[in-house]
């Protein structure tokens, strides 16, 4: 079943951010992961929020994701990812009618 990662980031140390969102792609392409949004400040049409980007990326179920996110390589440049942001992570499954 598909999943759903949905990470919200409140940006602390942009160069450190930045060298992680450089490295990025390198590694996520290695995966079956799609990038279906990247955007800095989004509407927020209810409610507060006090973040500066949402990311949302879709794998083809957990193992595919958890192949990624545990991934050597990722765990690698993901240290620069928690230097430069404070993040919310969530994990979502898709819907199934």
Known sequence: MTVYVIVQLKMT?????DRYQARFFDVFRKF????????EQPAVLEGTWDRDKLVLMSFPDEA????????????????D??????????????FAP
């Open 64 to 79: 595919a994701f958890r192949a990624w996110s545990e991934s050597p390589e990722y765990v690698e440049i993901s240290s």
């Open 81 to 94: 990812r928690k230097a430069g942001a404070q993040g919310i992570v969530l994990l979502t499954k898709g």
């Open 13 to 17: 140390d942009r160069a450190a951010y």
């Open 32 to 39: 079956s992961g799609r990038l279906l949004s990247a955007y």
